[in-house]
C-alpha cells in the first residue's frame, strides 16, 4: 500500500474531535457518545503499524524503532509544555496571579500524570511494546486471539484494582489499550460478519454493565467512571463504537467527499498530535471566557486547526531554505505529526 489511507485519516480526525469536545465540558449524554475516542485512535495505531509492518517485511531494529518514537512522541510533548508554561507565565504574572507548581510541571514533563499529556505516556508505551504485540497478533489465529483479549479484559478488572501504587497504575493502565492496538493489527484479517459479532457483544457487555450500575446507583453511570483505568464498562463501549465505525469507514469517506471536507480531515488526521497540543493552549487563553460549550468547541478547535496549518507552512518553509536533510527529518519528526 503506498497511498496513505484517507479513511484512516478521517476517522482519526474523529477521535480527536472527541477528545477536543471532551474538554470543552459539553452535556453528559455528549460527553457519554464520544468515549470511543482515545480506543479508536488507538486501534487505528495497530491498524497503521500493521500496514507499515507489511510494507516493510514486518522486522525491525528495536533500539532504532524505540529511539524513533520517543523522538516522535516525547520531543514534542517537551516542545508544546514549554510553549504552555510561556503562556501560563505571561498570563499569570500580568495578572499578578501566578501559581506554578514546579512539582507538576516535573511530573508533565516525565509523563507521570493524570493531566492532558497522560495519553502520550500510553501512546509510548504501546509504541515500546508494539513490535511483540505485532508478532503475537499475526502469529495467533482470530479464535485464540479473541479467548485471549477477553481473558486479558476480564482479568484486568482484579488487576486494576491490586495497588494504589502510581507506577503500577501508569503502566497497568495501558494493558486494555494495548489489546485494542493488537485488535488493530489483525483487522485486516477479519471479515465483516466477525466485526459485527465484535461489535455487537461489546455492545451486549456494556448494556449489561449500565444496567447493573443503574440498579445498584438508581441513575445511569457514564462510561467515564472506568476510565481511568479503562476497565470493561469503559472499553466494551469504547470497542463496539471503534468496530462500527472501522467497518463503515468506506461510507464515512464517501459523506465527506460528498460534503467536500475529506481533505480538511486528511489533514486534521494526519496532524493530531500538535492540533491536539495546540488545542490546549488555545483553551487556556480563552476556556474561561466562553461559557457556552459549544460556542467553545467551535472556537478551540478552529483556532488550534489554523495555528497548525501556519505550523505546517513555517516549517515547509523552513525546508525550502535548509538542505540538510538530517535537520529536515527531525523538524518534520517533532513539528508535523
Not at 467536500?260 to 490546549?280: A, D, K, Q
Request: net charge positive; charged share 15%.
Amino acid at each position: 500500500m503506498t497511498n496513505r489511507d484517507n479513511s484512516i485519516d478521517i476517522l482519526r480526525s474523529i477521535a480527536l474531535i472527541g477528545m477536543i469536545i471532551s474538554h470543552c465540558e459539553p452535556h453528559w449524554i455528549i460527553m457519554q457518545f464520544r468515549e470511543f475516542d482515545v480506543s479508536l485512535i488507538v486501534f487505528l495505531s495497530g491498524v497503521s503499524y500493521m500496514l507499515s509492518a507489511k510494507r516493510y517485511g514486518g522486522e525491525v531494529q528495536y533500539l532504532p524503532y524505540c529511539w524513533k518514537r520517543f523522538k516522535r512522541l516525547v520531543f514534542p510533548t517537551w516542545v508544546f509544555l514549554l510553549i504552555y508554561y510561556a503562556v501560563l507565565y505571561t498570563g499569570t504574572s500580568i495578572t499578578g496571579n501566578l501559581n506554578v507548581k514546579w512539582v507538576e510541571i516535573l511530573h508533565n514533563f516525565t509523563l507521570t500524570t493524570g493531566w492532558y499529556v497522560w495519553i502520550i505516556r500510553v501512546f509510548l508505551i504501546i509504541a515500546l511494546v508494539a513490535p511483540f504485540l505485532y508478532k503475537l497478533s499475526i502469529r495467533t489465529s482470530n479464535r485464540y486471539f479473541w479467548w485471549l483479549f477477553t481473558g486479558v479484559l476480564i482479568a484486568y478488572e482484579f488487576v486494576a484494582k491490586l495497588s494504589r501504587c502510581d507506577a503500577y497504575y501508569y503502566l497497568t493502565m495501558c494493558i486494555p489499550y494495548m489489546m485494542i492496538f493488537s485488535y488493530g493489527a489483525i483487522s485486516d484479517r477479519m471479515s465483516k460478519r466477525n466485526l459485527l459479532i465484535v461489535a455487537i457483544v461489546s455492545f451486549v457487555i456494556f448494556v449489561l454493565a449500565a444496567i447493573y450500575y443503574y440498579v445498584v446507583t438508581g441513575a445511569f453511570q457514564p462510561t467515564q467512571i472506568r476510565k481511568y483505568p479503562p476497565q470493561l464498562y469503559y472499553t466494551s463501549y469504547a470497542i463496539a463504537v471503534t468496530t462500527i465505525l472501522w467497518m463503515y469507514r468506506k461510507g464515512i469517506t464517501q459523506l465527506c467527499d460528498s460534503l467536500r471536507i475529506s481533505n480538511l480531515f486528511s489533514f486534521i488526521g494526519s496532524h493530531t498530535l500538535w492540533i491536539y497540543f495546540w488545542h490546549v493552549i488555545v483553551l487556556l487563553v480563552i476556556g474561561a471566557r466562553i461559557s457556552n460549550p459549544v460556542l467553545l468547541f467551535v472556537t478551540v478547535f478552529l483556532i488550534a486547526v489554523i495555528i497548525d496549518y501556519l505550523q505546517v507552512r513555517i516549517i515547509e518553509f523552513i525546508f525550502s531554505k535548509v538542505n540538510n536533510e538530517k535537520v529536515k527529518n527531525n523538524l518534520s519528526i517533532i513539528f508535523l505529526g
